[in-house]
């Protein structure tokens, strides 16, 4: 058990619609990232959160959106779903920045969210 | 450009017999380098850490290499067993701390009984 959880486990909606994917972050770590992995490809960023604020952003869609709110909780909201957006996200966390001493660049994964554009 | 390249794609080998994965990487400047072993649908875990002055480490039957000058990794895999079926990702960290990973795309290792 990483520590990281998502929610849900499995989702499945249909083309147009919009999802929110929930993360729980290790406790202490203030760095959330989001990941997307489509079948057999490798991990794709998406977006990087520290302590509430943007830190970074990969390849995130104009539909996709994220927030890391005051819990240090963060959403993934994914909106006018398309069938290609059917895929693994996974939410991983860290202890803080690049610098930080304690910061060994772990990542810690949930189990990923499954999400079926149908 | 910062790329990391993991060979081969896939692998299948029998139980009991021992493999190498390879990566190389064009990450620079350099910090450290993690392998992962993702299982099929499920988040990775992070296997062994490299950095800049480390050869080897070990941690059970898997074994990770470095060469910082030739900028290139393997991972040992001694004994293979089932539970070792997995895809492998290789992560490259340009400098101290979990920003501006560069990923690999993983190399999927089957083992047959």
């Known amino acids: 058990d990483s520590g990281v959880t998502q929610t849900p486990k499995h989702l499945i909606t249909a083309t147009g619609q919009r999802v929110t994917l929930r993360c729980s972050p290790r406790s202490g770590d203030l760095s959330v990232y989001w990941y997307q992995q489509s079948l057999d490809q490798g991990l794709q960023f998406l977006i990087q959160?520290?302590?509430?604020?943007?830190?970074a952003k990969g390849n995130i869609l104009e539909r996709f959106s994220a927030q890391q709110f005051p819990d240090l909780h963060s959403e993934l909201n994914l909106s006018s779903l398309e069938l290609g957006d059917s895929a693994l996200y996974f939410c991983a966390s860290s202890v803080g920045l690049a610098g930080d001493r304690a910061n060994t660049g772990e990542l810690f994964f949930g189990e990923g969210s499954r999400l079926t554009v149908l | 450009k910062n790329q990391v390249e993991q060979s081969p794609q896939s692998l299948i080998i029998l139980e009991g017999k021992n493999c190498t994965l390879q990566?190389?990487?064009?990450?620079?400047?350099?910090?450290?380098l993690r392998w992962y072993k993702q299982d099929t649908g499920r988040g990775p875990v992070s296997l062994t850490i490299m950095t800049f002055s480390e050869n080897t480490k070990s941690n059970g039957r898997y074994t990770a290499t470095l060469d910082a000058d030739t900028k290139q990794s393997s991972l040992h895999i001694t004994a293979s067993q089932l539970s070792d079926s997995a895809s492998y990702i290789c992560v490259v960290s340009p400098r101290a701390g979990a920003n501006n990973l560069f990923f690999g795309t993983g190399t999927r290792l089957t083992v047959i009984p």
């Open positions: 990566c190389n990487y064009t990450v620079s400047p350099f910090s450290n």
């Open positions: 959160y520290y302590n509430g604020e943007e830190r």
